[in-house]
């Protein structure tokens, strides 16, 4: 059976179906440890203007912040010894040196107050190579980087100032980050306006094709302030809530032993949703460790900043993996499972 035609059927399964179907394929490929990353959202300074995004530049009455580098430091020890072996440094994009050389020191402190075993994961949107180089270069090790949807002409709908070639140059990111030998990770937003099955299909086949380690995707969520909010009375929550789970299982099927994160979004759309993530098979959980006083500032999306990933540690907590960076497997070595099975 041709590849999109398999997709296909599966997004047409009811999604208690798939859910079994990829916890059964987890536990027989990597198991069912959940591998824990711990985020810092360094800051909310932004020269992008996309047009779902709560921090976009145009968004002017928040207050734009940068978290002083000796409190990122210190965090992430205390995350360190408390067992986080990931960490994450999210933050608008930007490509100033200034930003550039304080990422790096960043980069240079975690590796070394922890001997080299803190995993670095970087989501600092677009750079040019040099910049990735450096990073790379200095100890980061991985980059995590949404193509948002792999939909060229939606990508172009979404990010008007950036023309026809924007879609382009952030694929041509992911390769670049592949190439320096950074673990990959990308993913989409789920139930954005225009967005249909066939869409998915396509995006699960884009992290196939470009050989992603990990997938951290989740629901869009509309957010007054931001352009795209005028297509709110076309969102469908309930429609949004299914799509969202079944991605989880099928990139889970399609991509045997990736990771996938079970994100924060999930749970703004419904309570209780990002737990039910992990029944679908994804396998990280990213808790939230930006200090008080900067979180309520990177309301990315409406909701953002009261969500906790507390309740899922509890439930999950005999599947925990701490003092584990959950490196992925080496990327090729999962079993597609053909349309014949
Ligand atoms: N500047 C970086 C990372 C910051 S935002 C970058 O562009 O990669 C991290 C992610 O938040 C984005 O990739 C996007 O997928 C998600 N996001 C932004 N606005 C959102 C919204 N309204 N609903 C759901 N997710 C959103």
């Not at 980069?107 to 910049?131: A, N, P, T, W, Y």
């Not at 993913?187 to 470009?210: A, R, S, T, Y």
């Not at 297509?231 to 991509?255: F, G, H, N, P, T």
Request: charged share 30%; hydrophobic share 35%; aromatic share 12%.
């Amino acid at each position: 059976m041709e590849e999109k035609e398999y997709l296909r059927e599966l997004f047409s399964l009811p999604r208690y179906a798939l859910a079994s179907r990829a916890i059964d394929l987890l536990e027989r490929s990597i198991g069912s440890q959940i591998y824990l990353r711990g985020i810092i959202e360094v800051s909310n300074i932004c020269v992008k203007n996309c047009s779902y995004c709560g921090i976009r530049r145009d968004r002017k009455d928040i207050y734009r912040y940068l978290i002083p580098k000796q409190v990122v430091l210190s965090l992430s020890k205390r995350l360190f010894k408390s067992g986080y072996h990931s960490v994450v440094l999210q933050a608008g994009d930007r490509r100033d040196d200034y930003f550039i050389e304080y990422i790096n020191e960043l980069i240079l402190g975690i590796k070394r107050f922890s001997r080299r075993q803190m995993r670095i994961v970087l989501s600092l949107g677009e750079q040019d190579r040099d910049v990735y180089k450096l990073w790379r270069d200095s100890g980061a090790d991985r980059y995590l980087l949404r193509i948002e949807t792999s939909n060229p002409s939606l990508y172009s709908f979404l990010h008007p100032e950036e023309g026809g070639s924007g879609f382009e140059k952030r694929r041509a990111c992911l390769l670049t980050l592949r190439e320096l030998g950074y673990q990959v990770g990308t993913g989409v937003m789920i139930g954005l306006p225009g967005q249909d099955i066939d869409c998915l299909v396509e995006d699960v086949l884009f992290f196939k094709h470009i050989g992603a380690h990990m997938i951290g995707m989740g629901p869009y969520i509309p957010t007054e302030g931001t352009p795209l909010y005028r297509y709110v009375d076309e969102y469908d929550k309930e429609q949004v809530i299914d799509w969202s789970l079944k991605m989880v299982a099928v990139c889970r099927l399609v991509l045997g032993d990736v990771n996938i994160a079970s994100t924060t979004a999930l749970d703004i759309l419904e309570p209780g949703l990002r737990l039910e993530g992990f029944r679908y098979g994804a396998n990280v959980l990213m808790p939230d460790f930006t200090p008080k006083e900067w979180i309520k500032d990177y309301e990315i999306y409406d909701g953002k900043p009261e969500s906790s990933a507390d309740y899922c540690l509890k439930s999950l907590k005999d599947r925990i993996a701490w003092n584990d960076p959950g490196d992925p497997k080496p990327y090729g070595s999962y079993s597609f499972i053909s349309g014949d099975q």
